[in-house]
C-alpha cells in the first residue's frame, strides 16, 4: 500500500462484535477471564489495549516497521531506549539536540552512568572518532531544533554498523509522510506524536517503531515494566489524526515553501533556515532523504534586536505564540527565551541560534493570509 491509503486503513479493521468502522474507545483497565489464563489476548491495560494495539499497527505500518510501542509522552518513549543500556555504556548524540531530550540524558542518565557525547554529525568520520569498546548507540534528530540542520542517516547508519551500535533516530520534525529512517539503515525510530502524527495540538503522546523481534521485545518489556503508557482516549485521537497525516503534510510543505520564499525576499530578515533551498548547506541530503521540505523555519532579522523578535511576535494574529509544533494552526516560538533558554548565550549564538531567531511552525491555513499575517507584523519593526 502507498502511504495515503496506510494512513487511512493500516493497522485498523471494523469491531468484529458491532462493526463500528471507527475503532472503539476500549475505555478499560481490565479483562474478564474465562478460566485462570484463559482470555482473549488482553489482560490489564498497562500491557496491552485493544484502541493501542490498533494504534501501534498503524504507526509501525506507516515507518515501513514491524513493530510500533506507544508510550505517554515523546520523553518516555526517549527514556525507554536509554534503559536499553546499563551503567558504563556510551551513547553518541547529535549535539544540535531537542532540550528535553538533552535534559534527560544528562540531568537523569548521568546519574545512573550512562554516558553520552554531543558531537556535531554533518560529517560521519566525526562520530567514528568517539566510538570505543563502550558506545552502545548512535542518537540521532534530523531536521534539528531550530537550525534546520540535515543529517545523512544512511551515512550514520554505515559507522552504526561498521562498529555493532544501535542507531536510534528522532523523526519528530520530518513525521513519517517526509523520512522514514528504518528504510535508511536506522534500528529505532523515535516520534513524539504530540507534533505531526497527532497533528491538532490536543495529545501528548510518543512512539518508537522497530524491526528486530529481540529489541522490540525488549522494549515492549520496559513500556509494561516502567509503565508509562498512552490511555486509550489519546490512542483513539491519534488514530483518527493519523487518517489525515498525508493531506495534512502536503500542505503544510506547499504552506512551507510559499513561507520560506516569502521570508527569504523580505528587506528586514537576514537569514531563513529551510532545508528545501538548494543554497542551504544540506539540501542534496535533504532532497536524497527526504520527500519534501516541510513546514518548519526559522528566521533571523536585519540588526538582531532582541526587540524586534519580540514585537514581531507579539504583533502576529494567525501564527501564535506558543510551544510546540506540528498542528493544523501556524505557530511561532521563540527559541533563545523559550525552548533553548537554558543554553548559555556564547553556546546558542556559535551555532546561530541568535537573540533575533524566530521558528515558525507553518500550518494548513490560505498561504496568502499566512503571508499577509508576517507581512503586517514585519512592518511593525
Ligand atoms: C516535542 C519533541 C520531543 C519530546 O516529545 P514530548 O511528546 O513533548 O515528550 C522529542 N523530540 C522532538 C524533536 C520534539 O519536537
Redesign the pocket.
Known amino acids: 500500500m502507498k502511504f495515503g491509503t496506510k494512513a487511512i486503513h493500516a493497522g485498523v479493521s471494523p469491531d468484529l462484535s458491532t462493526g463500528a468502522i471507527m475503532t472503539p474507545i476500549f475505555q478499560t483497565s481490565t479483562y474478564v477471564q474465562k478460566s485462570p489464563g484463559d482470555h482473549l489476548g488482553y489482560e490489564y491495560s498497562r500491557t496491552h489495549n485493544p484502541t493501542r494495539t490498533a494504534l501501534q499497527n498503524s504507526l509501525a505500518a506507516l515507518e515501513n516497521g514491524k513493530h510500533g510501542i506507544c508510550f505517554s509522552?515523546?520523553?518516555?518513549?526517549?527514556d525507554a531506549v536509554v534503559k536499553l543500556f546499563n551503567p558504563g555504556d556510551e551513547i553518541i548524540s547529535t549535539n544540535d539536540?531537542?532540550g528535553?531530550?538533552y535534559r534527560l540524558f544528562t540531568k537523569v542518565f548521568e546519574r545512573y552512568g550512562i554516558k553520552f557525547h554531543f558531537v556535531p554529525m554533518d560529517k560521519p568520520e566525526t562520530i567514528a572518532s568517539h566510538v570505543n569498546e563502550k558506545t552502545k548507540m548512535i542518537w540521532v534528530?534530523t531536521p534539528?531544533?531550530p537550525m534546520m540542520n540535515i543529517i545523512d542517516i544512511k551515512a550514520v547508519s554505515e559507522v552504526a554498523k561498521k562498529h555493532g551500535l544501535i542507531l536510534a533516530v528522532?523523526n519528530?520534525?520530518a513525521s513519517p509522510f517526509l523520512q522514514n529512517p528504518l528504510d535508511l539503515g536506522a534500528d529505532i525510530v523515535?516520534?513524539?506524536?504530540?507534533?505531526y502524527l497527532g497533528g491538532h495540538s490536543d495529545v501528548?503522546?510518543?512512539a518508537l517503531v522497530v524491526n528486530d523481534d529481540e529489541l522490540a521485545s525488549k522494549l515492549v518489556f520496559l513500556q509494561n515494566a516502567c509503565g508509562a503508557t498512552p490511555g486509550p482516549q489519546d490512542c483513539f485521537l491519534v488514530l483518527r489524526g493519523i487518517k489525515t497525516l498525508h493531506l495534512r503534510m502536503e500542505r503544510h510543505c506547499q504552506n512551507g515553501k510559499t513561507i520560506a520564499a516569502f521570508l527569504k525576499n523580505h528587506p528586514k530578515i537576514s537569514k531563513v533556515y529551510w532545508p528545501g533551498f538548494e543554497d542551504h548547506p544540506n539540501h542534496s541530503i535533504a532532497k536524497s532523504q527526504m520527500r519534501d521540505f516541510g513546514g518548519m523555519i526559522s528566521f533571523t532579522l536585519v540588526g538582531n534586536k532582541l526587540e524586534d523578535a519580540k514585537k514581531v511576535m507579539e504583533n502576529l494574529h494567525l501564527f501564535a505564540l506558543a510551544e510546540?509544533?506540528?498542528g493544523v494552526e501556524s505557530l511561532c516560538g521563540h527559541p533563545a527565551s523559550m525552548t533553548h533558554a537554558s543554553i548559555p548565550k556564547e553556546e546558542r549564538e556559535k551555532v546561530g541560534l541568535v537573540d533575533s531567531l524566530i521558528r515558525l511552525s507553518v500550518g494548513v491555513e490560505d498561504a496568502e493570509d499566512l503571508k499577509n499575517d508576517l507581512a503586517q507584523a514585519l512592518a511593525k519593526i
Do not use: P, Q, R
Open positions: 509522552s515523546g520523553l518516555g518513549a526517549i539536540l531537542y528535553g531530550t534528530e534539528t531544533n528522532d519528530t520534525f523515535m516520534h513524539s506524536v504530540t507534533k501528548v503522546m510518543g510546540s509544533l506540528g
